[in-house]
């Protein structure tokens, strides 16, 4: 069942956090009170790697004897998975490479198509929602579903039995491009987010297309559901940025919630218990919206005690996707004060609050559960190595 940023879920969070043009700001020295002691930490899950030495055939071979034994064509998914790493100059260690099967057996059990039980009453339903939310009669666009679709098939039939999302993007490209209503229901956006072996953002993919070393087949969404591009982006998605994390599960949690969002839950906390004011800790530090976030409103709050302006503020949350957020002078001057007023350093890292949303999920299942489970599986990894 894939948990990740789920089905249907028109995720702003996950679009905003791709990567990023770092924005350059002089930033002002402030004394900080303590160092940054996580700055120094490495492992997997810390900064970016350089190129391997290691033969592409080594790492090959490393990748199959760390996978469950109950994988099927191992030296495929071997070949997809260091073509990822080499291409990406990303360190094949075992630690990294026992992250990335950990994650992509949460996400499919290694099964690049992997089917979704009830998909077809979970399609249907999103159908009549966004009918509803454009004010056209849930009748009309079943009248007009019962066409015939380019296979010969009606899009009603297809729909019925679609089983796996690649199945159910390819049918909303084909309603979209050919119904009545398609585009004026669904416009360009295929309501499929994301997909593939590690259930990866298209908007993500879409993002990282440069570079990819394979012929694109048709377009970068269809290759988020191969295999091979599911590999890469996905690769791209968990290993691809820096962190100064101590540990791998607060990476496996920003897999699921977005950049940084285990760092800026701590941050959040912080915030929190220095201003009084409850916040979600959910690592969304910057507003998408037109007005002030929660968040920046909580440190305004505080704004006296840093001395530094709302604009400062505003300016230094704007990096709140970046690794540079760590350099600001709101970061520095707020873990600072939080240190000060604990009498000990307070965590750099946490575990986001946030619960997953999606119509595939019946359980009450949240972030720091995926991130636990992934963790586990991770570890597993390490004793076969």
Same mark, same amino acid.
């Given at each position: 069942?894939?948990?990740?940023?789920?089905?249907?879920?028109?995720?702003?969070?996950?679009?905003?956090?791709?990567?990023?043009?770092?924005?350059?700001?002089?930033?002002?020295?402030?004394?900080?009170?303590?160092?940054?002691?996580?700055?120094?930490?490495?492992?997997?899950?810390?900064?970016?790697?350089?190129?391997?030495?290691?033969?592409?055939?080594?790492?090959?071979?490393?990748?199959?004897?760390?996978?469950?034994?109950?994988?099927?064509?191992?030296?495929?998914?071997?070949?997809?998975? !260091?073509?990822?790493?080499?291409?990406?100059?990303?360190?094949?260690?075992?630690?990294?490479?026992?992250?990335?099967?950990?994650?992509?057996?949460?996400?499919?059990?290694?099964?690049?198509?992997?089917?979704?039980?009830?998909?077809?009453?979970?399609?249907?339903?999103?159908?009549?929602?966004?009918?509803?939310?454009?004010?056209?009669?849930?009748?009309?666009?079943?009248?007009?579903?019962?066409?015939?679709?380019?296979?010969?098939?009606?899009?009603?039939?297809?729909?019925?039995?679609?089983?796996?999302?690649?199945?159910?993007?390819?049918?909303?490209?084909?309603?979209?491009?050919?119904?009545?209503?398609?585009?004026?229901?669904?416009?360009?956006?295929?309501?499929?987010?994301?997909?593939?072996?590690?259930?990866?953002?298209?908007?993500?993919?879409?993002?990282?297309?440069?570079?990819?070393?394979?012929?694109?087949?048709?377009?970068?969404?269809?290759?988020?559901?191969?295999?091979?591009?599911?590999?890469?982006?996905?690769?791209?998605?968990?290993?691809?940025?820096?962190?100064?994390? !101590?540990?791998?599960?607060?990476?496996?949690?920003?897999?699921?919630?977005?950049?940084?969002?285990?760092?800026?839950?701590?941050?959040?906390?912080?915030?929190?218990?220095?201003?009084?004011?409850?916040?979600?800790?959910?690592?969304?530090?910057?507003?998408?919206?037109?007005?002030?976030?929660?968040?920046?409103?909580?440190?305004?709050?505080?704004?006296?005690?840093?001395?530094? !302006?709302?604009?400062?503020? !505003?300016?230094?949350?704007?990096?709140?996707?970046?690794?540079?957020?760590?350099?600001?002078?709101?970061?520095?001057?707020?873990?600072?004060?939080?240190?000060?007023?604990?009498?000990?350093?307070?965590?750099?890292?946490?575990?986001?609050?946030?619960?997953?949303?999606?119509?595939?999920?019946?359980?009450?299942?949240?972030?720091?559960?995926?991130?636990?489970?992934?963790?586990?599986?991770?570890?597993?990894?390490?004793?076969?190595?």
């Amino acid at each position: 069942m894939t948990l990740n940023n789920v089905l249907f879920t028109n995720n702003a969070r996950q679009v905003a956090l791709l990567p990023r043009a770092r924005i350059l700001l002089k930033l002002r020295t402030q004394p900080v009170v303590g160092a940054l002691l996580l700055s120094l930490l490495a492992g997997c899950s810390s900064e970016k790697n350089t190129v391997s030495t290691q033969r592409p055939e080594q790492v090959r071979a490393d990748i199959v004897s760390l996978m469950p034994a109950n994988v099927a064509d191992k030296q495929g998914w071997a070949k997809d998975i !260091s073509t990822a790493f080499i291409t990406q100059k990303i360190d094949p260690t075992t630690e990294n490479i026992c992250a990335v099967l950990a994650v992509t057996e949460q996400e499919s059990n290694f099964n690049a198509n992997a089917p979704v039980p009830g998909l077809g009453k979970i399609a249907w339903k999103e159908i009549d929602r966004r009918a509803a939310e454009v004010h056209i009669p849930a009748f009309l666009v079943h009248t007009a579903l019962k066409i015939n679709s380019p296979n010969g098939k009606s899009y009603s039939d297809r729909l019925d039995n679609v089983r796996s999302e690649k199945e159910l993007s390819a049918i909303f490209d084909d309603f979209i491009g050919m119904v009545p209503m398609g585009q004026k229901l669904f416009g360009n956006l295929n309501p499929v987010h994301t997909g593939g072996p590690m259930q990866v953002s298209v908007a993500f993919a879409e993002s990282k297309a440069s570079g990819y070393p394979y012929p694109i087949d048709g377009t970068i969404r269809r290759e988020v559901f191969s295999r091979r591009g599911g590999m890469y982006f996905g690769i791209a998605h968990l290993l691809g940025y820096p962190t100064h994390y !101590s540990e791998p599960i607060y990476r496996f949690a920003d897999y699921n919630a977005g950049f940084y969002a285990s760092r800026n839950a701590a941050f959040q906390q912080a915030v929190s218990r220095l201003s009084g004011v409850k916040l979600a800790l959910d690592g969304d530090v910057v507003s998408y919206s037109d007005t002030t976030g929660k968040t920046e409103m909580a440190v305004r709050r505080l704004g006296k005690r840093l001395s530094l !302006s709302d604009s400062d503020i !505003s300016r230094d949350l704007r990096l709140g996707e970046s690794i540079d957020f760590e350099k600001t002078p709101t970061w520095k001057l707020v873990f600072a004060l939080a240190d000060k007023t604990a009498g000990k350093k307070v965590p750099r890292e946490m575990l986001p609050g946030i619960e997953l949303n999606s119509p595939k999920i019946t359980r009450n299942l949240t972030t720091a559960w995926f991130a636990q489970r992934v963790d586990e599986r991770r570890r597993q990894c390490l004793t076969r190595g």
